[in-house]
């Protein structure tokens, strides 16, 4: 069932894009009320097809799996757990945690002036996918002596959202 709907919002990203240059009227939205009572298979095409920008929608669908069928709406939500200590936005301030643009391909631990851990600080690994989907797993386990004091995200289609949305949304460069 999420495989399915995670498809259709593939196929919407892709009815975005084609509709790219276009008029902008809300074809899900004009389709729900010429229906009138919609059926359900109409509602669930119109609640599968969140407003995503054309280009994000572009880069969701380049992201290596599992992150291309990534939920972004959902990623979003699931990044609240993570917005009261990290900002995400270029240039964005390092608050209880750093900033995280540009983590994917970035040497864990080396965010300018910002005061890590020592063992975050020698870890030596770079991040990807991979890798912060093992630290929002088990945040202590992953790296024992590290001071981010958060619990992580049980659930993995959660942590597989949360990724993709940050992909799409740190500066991750198409492809990667
Ligand atoms: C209570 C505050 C807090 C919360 C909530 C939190 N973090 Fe952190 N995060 C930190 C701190 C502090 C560090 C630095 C840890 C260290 O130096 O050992 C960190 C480090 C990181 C790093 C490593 C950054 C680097 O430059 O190597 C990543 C990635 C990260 N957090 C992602 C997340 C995500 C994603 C979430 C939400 C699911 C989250 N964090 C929630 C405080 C937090």
């Known amino acids: 069932m999420r495989r399915v709907a995670s498809g259709l919002v593939i196929v919407s990203a892709a009815a975005v894009l084609a509709a790219c240059g276009q008029s902008a009227a809300p074809e899900g939205g004009a389709a729900a009320t010429t229906s009138g009572a919609a059926t359900p298979a109409a509602t669930a095409t119109a609640t ?23 939920d972004l709406e959902n990623g979003q939500k699931q990044f609240q757990l993570c917005r009261s200590c990290h900002t995400i936005t270029e240039g964005g301030a390092n608050m209880t945690g750093p900033n995280l643009y540009g983590i ?10 910002f005061r890590y851990s020592e063992p975050l600080k020698a870890a030596g690994f770079v991040w990807d996918g991979g890798k912060l989907d093992q630290w929002l797993a088990d945040p202590r386990g992953f790296l024992p002596g590290n001071r981010m004091s958060f619990m992580g995200v049980k659930d993995a289609k959660n942590r597989i959202d949360l990724i993709a949305y940050l992909k799409v949304e740190t500066g991750h460069k198409p492809g990667g």
């Open 104 to 113: 994917f391909g970035r040497t864990a631990g080396t965010v300018e002036k």
């Open 48 to 70: 599968a097809a969140p407003a995503i920008d054309p280009e994000k929608a572009a880069l969701l669908a380049s992201l290596p799996a599992p992150y291309n069928t990534g």
